[in-house]
Each structure stands twice: as C-alpha cells, then as structure tokens.
C-alpha cells in the first residue's frame, strides 16, 4: 500500500449504524457491514462492569446467576439505558475499526424510527457524539431502507416502505427525496416474541424464555397458512409442577398465537394507504409495497399483507441489511445525505 493510501486508512472511518432493539449493525465505509450483533450487554450488578455484549450477551440470556444483568439499552427503537447505549456503541465502534486509532473522528449516519420525539433523537445524537463522532446525521429508518433496496426516491414517484424491526414497525410514503406520510407504531418482532410466550403459558401452562419464543417464531412462526404443515418441539417449565415439560406445537398454534400482533401491523398499513395522496396511490398499485426489517422474515407475512390489501407486496433482497446498507450508500453521497437527514 502507498504512503498516501495508508494515511487515507489511518484518516478516515466514516460510519453507518442501524440501532436497532434488537439488533446493531455498523457499516465502515469502503469495506461494507463489519458489526452485526444484538443489542443486549450483560453487566455485574456488583462491580458495574460490562462482562459481555452482543452475541455472547444474548448466548447469556435468561441464564446469568443473581449478581449478573442482561440489558437491552434499546426499547421500542430509542435508547432505554442512556449510559449501557453509550457503552454499547462504543464497543461495537471500537469492533468495527479493530481498534485502530484514526486520525480524524468519524462521521456517522444513524437509522433511527419515524416516530421517535425530539427528545429521543437528541438521546441518539448525544450517545454517538459522546462515543467520538465529529458529526452525526440521523435518517428516518424506511427512508434509508428505501436507499438500501435502490428505490427511486428522488423521482416524483410514490414508493411505500413497511420496515418490520424489533421495537417498531414504520411505514412511510416517500417521494422526491422525502416523507410524504409515515406512521410508526410500537408493535414489531419483540411483540411476536412475548405473544407466544403468553400463548404457550396459557394454552400448555409451559414457561418459555425469549431465545426459545424467538427459535419458535422463526421454525413454524407464519402469518398465513403454509403449504406444508410445520411442527416443533417446545421446552420450558411447567407452571403447575415446576419440572422441565416438552410439547409439540404446530403452525397453525402459532399463527394463531401471533394473530393479534399481524392484525396491528396490517391496520398500520391500511392506515398509511387511506392517508396517501391519490396521485402517489396510483404510483403504490403499480410498484406495490416494500417490506424489509427482520420481521418481514415471517413466513408468508408477504402474502398476508398481500390478501388483505390487493396490492403487489416484495420483500428486500436482505430485509436484516437494507437499512444499514442505505446509510452506508449516503456515506458515498453527501448530498443526498444532506437533503434527508433529520435536523
């Protein structure tokens, strides 16, 4: 390498970050997504310190002894735990550039929810500044993941985006480079998640932890009838005995279990489509609907939508990237970056 492409490594490290509720994913400019952990960190409640974060954090879950705490800094898409964020970002900053010292602080660009307050924006800001960013740009979480799936934003052309996360689900019309309606609400992946643990406490009196509801949700999780049936073996503890107890729960089971987070979803939709501007609607009934986010994942979750809709529905290629690969995309063009940036 040359003298000069040494310095201009060792110079820049522009980021892009999604921070999610469930999971992080940081995107180093010129090298593409270097982090993707969940957002969870396990602290020792005695001496304060950090004993893990990310993927061994979550490995952790529901198993620590007394004096150990899982945290998960995020809720509902903003920050929960100023100070565990702080140090969450920190590390998986610190992860991303391998701990090389730069010589400039870097620029990050943040994917944050549509209806977050502005209180809750500056809680981002400030997290990212205190972790050594020179400036922080915050974009609106559909807005990037329309940039990660190469969507015409700039064109006067309505695009319809449903980004399915674990803390949120934001649904936005877009066109000429903004948001022409967004609605956010607070019911997303980690919802699909406590409905099956409550499904299963009530129908089979069996106990479940998040990391068993989550496997459940993505083996035989579905939104709409599937073409073959699906069954799983299900481990937790039985409440009226207190010992280990295994069932056999079907798709149809946990179809039913996740009805009432879908049927919230789908309402959030139809919401958006009745407040969109007739001209952009014609533009939805031919481009359809764009689903990314983890939650997109579900099984079938397309085609739910689809029938309760009537409109074309198309999952990214990615649903778990788009968003950070959008802002990572803006890195490359300031421009645009400064356009639809959040002041």
């Not at 010129?30 to 990310?54: D, F, H, M």
């Not at 610190?94 to 660009?109: D, E, S």
């Not at 809750?120 to 740009?137: F, G, H, I, L």
């Not at 939650?295 to 649903?319: H, M, S």
Request: aromatic share 4%; charged share 25%.
């Amino acid at each position: 390498m040359s003298v000069i492409g040494w310095f201009k490594n060792r110079l820049f490290c522009d980021l892009a970050i999604d921070l999610g509720t469930s999971n992080t994913l940081v995107y180093l400019k010129g090298k593409g997504i270097i982090v993707q952990e969940p957002s969870i960190v396990v602290v020792n409640k005695l001496t304060g310190k950090i004993e893990a974060v990310g993927r061994r954090a979550k490995e952790m879950l529901g198993k620590t002894p007394a004096n150990i705490l899982s945290i998960r800094p995020m809720r509902d898409g903003v920050i929960a735990d100023f100070e565990i964020a702080e140090k969450m970002l920190d590390y998986f900053i610190k992860q991303a550039t391998n701990n090389r010292g730069f010589l400039l602080r870097p620029r990050i660009v943040i994917g944050i929810p549509t209806g977050i307050t502005q209180v809750e924006r500056r809680a981002v800001k400030d997290v990212a500044m205190r972790a050594k960013a020179s400036e922080v740009y915050l974009v609106e979480q559909p807005m990037s993941a329309a940039v990660g799936a190469d969507l015409p934003i700039s064109e006067p052309t309505g695009n319809m985006v449903v980004d399915i996360g674990g803390g949120t689900t934001d649904i936005a019309i877009i066109s000429l480079n903004g948001i022409v309606f967004n609605h956010s609400i607070r019911v997303a992946g980690n919802e699909m998640d406590e409905a099956i643990i409550q499904f299963l406490k009530k129908k089979y009196n069996l106990l479940i932890g998040e990391r068993t509801a989550e496997l459940v949700k993505i083996q035989i999780g579905s939104a709409y009838p599937l073409d073959q049936p699906l069954t799983m073996e299900i481990t937790g503890r039985d409440l009226r005995e207190g010992i280990p107890k295994t069932i056999v729960a079907d798709d149809q089971e946990i179809r039913e279990a996740l009805e009432d987070v879908i049927a919230a979803i789908i309402n959030a939709i139809r919401i958006a489509l009745e407040k969109t501007p007739p001209e952009l609607s014609a533009d939805i009934i031919d481009h359809g609907i764009i689903l990314t986010g983890g939650g997109a994942l579900l099984k079938n979750l397309d085609k739910r939508i689809r029938e309760e809709t009537q409109l074309p529905v198309f999952i990214t290629e990615n649903p778990l990237t788009t968003v950070v690969l959008g802002a990572g995309k803006m890195l490359d063009n300031l421009d645009l970056l400064k356009k639809i940036a959040m002041s």
